[in-house]
């Protein structure tokens, strides 16, 4: 089975949206797929700032 990790970045411009996206897609299409914000598993500080 095709596995498929999306990580994206919470900063404006629709990075999470777009990836929220094609995790949908992929899931429809019967492909396991996570998306994982990358600034909540590197420092939450820092995500708290967008």
Aim: aromatic share 6%.
């Amino acid at each position: 089975m095709n596995k498929v990790l999306i990580l994206s970045c919470g900063t404006g411009g629709g990075h999470n949206s777009a990836a929220l996206a094609i995790e949908e897609a992929l899931k429809e299409k019967g492909i396991e797929a996570n998306f994982v914000e990358y600034l909540s598993i590197i420092n939450v500080k820092i995500k708290n700032r967008y």
